[in-house]
């Protein structure tokens, strides 16, 4: 990424125009690390992208409701799972799976979604965080295809694609991890 920074659709006359409708190009699904923000990372303004985040970008009925009101309701043919390095939610489900112990309250809900990753990548031989954080991007991007008949419907017939990234903190660089269906993105949309 560039560090040439255009802060689009972000004036009185964008925000004026989008009180009646939004129109967002894509959908991001992302974690709710702070270090995190959609529209800093990539440089859009309002309206620009529909943002649901959870910590460790977790699926459950809530944020596949609010994807599928993405994809059905405003027609956005492209969802971004971005994850990062030093994730905390993907910390916590790999010391759980190593302790055997889960933490308290609604946080192990959060490592419960996310342990299935780290026993896939585990098992794989790949033990590091970074490859743990990398195999819960796709797990998800796979997830939001299959557990959603409307996303998955939306996919096979090529109106929509999901993309799972993961995002360096420090040099604030994506890399592309995992891709499901292909659609084509009119430039002008963007």
């Given at each position: 990424?560039?560090?040439?920074?255009?802060?689009?659709?972000?004036?009185?006359?964008?925000?004026?125009?989008?009180?009646?409708?939004?129109?967002?190009?894509?959908?991001?699904?992302?974690?709710?690390?702070?270090?995190?923000?959609?529209?800093?990372?990539?440089?859009?303004?309002?309206?620009?992208?529909?943002?649901?985040?959870?910590?460790?970008?977790?699926?459950?009925?809530?944020?596949?409701?609010?994807?599928?009101?993405?994809?059905?309701?405003l027609d956005c043919p492209?969802?971004?799972?971005?994850?990062?390095?030093?994730?905390?939610?993907?910390?916590?489900?790999?010391?759980?799976?190593?302790?055997?112990?889960?933490?308290?309250?609604?946080?192990?809900?959060?490592?419960?979604?996310?342990?299935?990753?780290?026993?896939?990548?585990?098992?794989?031989?790949?033990?590091?965080?970074?490859?743990?954080?990398?195999?819960?991007?796709?797990?998800?991007?796979?997830?939001?295809?299959?557990?959603?008949?409307?996303?998955?419907?939306?996919?096979?017939?090529?109106?929509?694609?999901?993309?799972?990234?993961?995002?360096?903190?420090?040099?604030?660089?994506i890399r592309v991890i995992?891709?499901?269906?292909?659609?084509?993105?009119?430039?002008?949309?963007?």
């Open positions: 990424m560039a560090d040439e920074r255009k802060h689009p659709h972000q004036d009185v006359h964008s925000r004026s125009r989008m009180a009646v409708k939004q129109r967002p190009f894509a959908i991001f699904f992302g974690c709710a690390d702070s270090r995190v923000a959609a529209e800093i990372i990539f440089d859009q303004g309002l309206g620009d992208l529909f943002v649901v985040r959870t910590a460790g970008h977790v699926v459950d009925p809530s944020v596949l409701g609010s994807l599928e009101f993405g994809v059905g309701v492209l969802i971004v799972v971005l994850g990062h390095d030093s994730c905390g939610a993907v910390a916590a489900a790999i010391e759980s799976v190593e302790t055997g112990r889960m933490p308290p309250g609604f946080l192990r809900d959060i490592v419960e979604r996310v342990a299935p990753s780290v026993l896939v990548a585990t098992r794989q031989g790949r033990t590091s965080p970074a490859e743990i954080e990398c195999e819960h991007v796709a797990q998800t991007a796979q997830l939001l295809a299959t557990r959603s008949a409307l996303i998955s419907d939306y996919v096979e017939a090529g109106r929509v694609a999901i993309v799972g990234a993961e995002y360096d903190l420090a040099h604030g660089q995992e891709v499901v269906g292909d659609v084509e993105i009119d430039p002008e949309d963007t």
